[in-house]
């Protein structure tokens, strides 16, 4: 635990300060609900770019891949590699077509809205499958977020657990319930900002401390010249194909990400977005490499070593020993923004799925957008306090949580979206069929134990639901 200071108490209070004060501005900008949804689709290059990478990462930036890397050494690169891919992969392949695509539709705000329309449903089923598997997997999603900032808290200011998910989860409520889209890209970038600076001057503090990359290197190996391999476990066994398939499977879990696909939706011009994808491509390589850097340089650092219970602390241990308590309560405070870019932009797409896809979708067609924004806010609050509720357990297991529902989405909504924006003969039951597949492949794979159910769920599940999708869409013709 790190020592009580009265700089750190500041450093969080001014951040918690100026994402209020980012709500509360953006509350005076959003008057409807596709103001409140995709922020009226005004966002710039650098926000659009900044944004999705926040929201994509959270706390496992700064908690759970350095302290992968503090474990495992370089094995941990795989699934940096594997993310870096996934990520170029899903702004080149899907966030133009897909910017494209939602307005033809007439401006479908969400991603079930965006089946429903793509394939002519009447039925409605591609909407409510689509909302129920959201609201389900977001809910726990950003109650593992919600957890992370708990014990971040409990870490750092020797807080009671309870109090501590409730001050974060209060501080999510405020600045989402008010600004909606606009507020939380607004303090994406901010934070996302943040994130990238603490990053690469813990990393870069950290080898400088340990006396260079040559020494840094040295050091390691000493302690274990198996954390040198990417191709070996700690124990000098080669990593098997399954190991490795997983490992680099993590980027497949892009394409089928709302929050993510939400930031391509509310860009403003679609000519930016090549300028966005260089942007968000930089921020995430070195925002990745930091992560990586800070938790290997952390198996010199640290003698006795961490545990395996604490080594997710690395970051902040790290920053704690080499900073000022002014410059370690700003990088503290990374964490917390990687915490609430991503939980806040979950609770968004939750709210927007119970208030398009249900209340509007289903109940209230003709409902007035200033009924439907209130309603959007309403729904922000529920979702966020059964969130917060089950974030209270303080055994919750975030990265387990964080790992499943990336899963879940990456199989059930990934292959429909690549497959709808580029193989026309995809019709509305393999579409239904693809998002069950996958979805319910994530859920019954994770069951199983041993062999080939070691293999991480969202490859299995994504792969399942490609080819039902294709086998399905080619029984009919298509638009059936």
């Known amino acids: 635990m790190l020592e009580f200071n009265a700089l750190l108490t500041a450093t969080f209070i001014v951040y918690i300060l100026a994402l209020l004060g980012i709500g509360a501005v953006a509350y005076r900008r959003t008057s409807d609900l596709s103001d409140y949804v995709l922020g009226g689709r005004k966002l710039g290059r650098w926000v659009t770019a900044l944004s999705a990478g926040a929201s994509d990462m959270s706390g496992w930036l700064l908690l ?10 370089l094995e941990a690169s795989w699934i940096a590699i594997g993310l870096l891919v996934g990520t170029y992969l899903n702004w080149r392949l899907v966030a133009r077509r897909l910017r494209v695509r939602t307005m033809e539709l007439d401006n479908a705000l969400t991603l079930p809205d965006f089946f429903e329309r793509q394939f002519k449903d009447q039925s409605r089923l591609l909407r409510l499958v689509s909302a129920i598997f959201i609201l ?18 409990e870490s750092v200011f020797n807080l009671p657990y309870g109090w501590a998910v409730a001050l974060g989860a209060a501080t999510v409520i405020i600045y989402t319930f008010l600004g909606g889209f606009l507020a939380v890209s607004w303090t994406d970038f901010l934070q996302g900002s943040l994130m990238f600076l603490a990053l690469a001057l813990g990393a870069v503090a950290a080898v400088h401390h340990l006396g260079g990359p040559v020494d840094t290197i040295s050091t390691v190996r000493g302690v274990n010249p198996e954390l040198l391999s990417m191709w070996t476990d700690t124990e000098g066994n080669r990593l098997s194909f399954i190991a490795l398939l997983s490992l680099l499977g993590w980027g497949l879990g892009y394409f089928g990400q709302p929050h993510i696909l939400a930031r391509f939706m509310a860009i403003q011009y679609p000519a ?14 070195v925002a990745m490499g930091g992560a990586l850097l800070i938790g290997f340089t952390g198996i010199g650092l640290f003698d006795p070593p961490l ?86 357990d303080p055994e919750s297991k975030v990265l387990d949580l964080v790992a499943y529902a990336w899963a879940g989405f990456g199989a059930a909504f990934g292959p429909a979206i690549l497959l709808a924006l580029y193989w026309p003969r995809m019709t509305r039951n393999g579409a239904l069929a693809g998002i069950l597949t996958g979805g319910i492949t994530v859920i019954f794979w994770r069951q199983a ?20 999708i294709v ?9 059936k």
């Not at 389900?136 to 014990?151: C, D, E, M, P």
């Not at 086998?471 to 638009?479: D, F, N, R, T, Y």
Request: glycine residues 10%.
């Open 272 to 285: 930016r977005m090549a300028d966005a994808r260089r942007i968000a491509m930089t921020w995430v390589t």
């Open 307 to 392: 545990s395996e219970v604490d080594s997710e602390k690395v970051f902040i241990f790290t920053v704690g020993l080499l900073f000022h308590p002014l410059i370690a309560g700003i990088c503290l405070a990374a964490i917390l923004a990687a915490i609430m870019s991503t939980a806040d932009s979950q609770l968004l797409v939750a709210s927007s799925a119970l208030t398009e896809d249900f209340y509007k979708g289903l109940f209230r067609k003709n409902a007035a957008q200033k009924e439907l924004l209130w309603v959007g806010r309403g729904a922000v609050a529920v979702i966020a306090l059964i969130a917060g509720g089950l974030a209270m």
């Open 449 to 468: 134990e041993g062999g080939l159910f070691d293999l991480y769920e969202l490859v299995p599940g994504f792969i399942l639901s490609v080819i039902l």
């Open 471 to 479: 086998v399905i869409s080619l029984l009919k013709p298509a638009g």
């Open 136 to 153: 389900i997997f977001f809910t726990f999603y950003a109650s593992s977020g919600l957890a992370a900032g708990g014990k971040l808290f």
């Open 64 to 73: 759970g891949l350095p302290g992968y890397a503090y474990l495992a050494g």
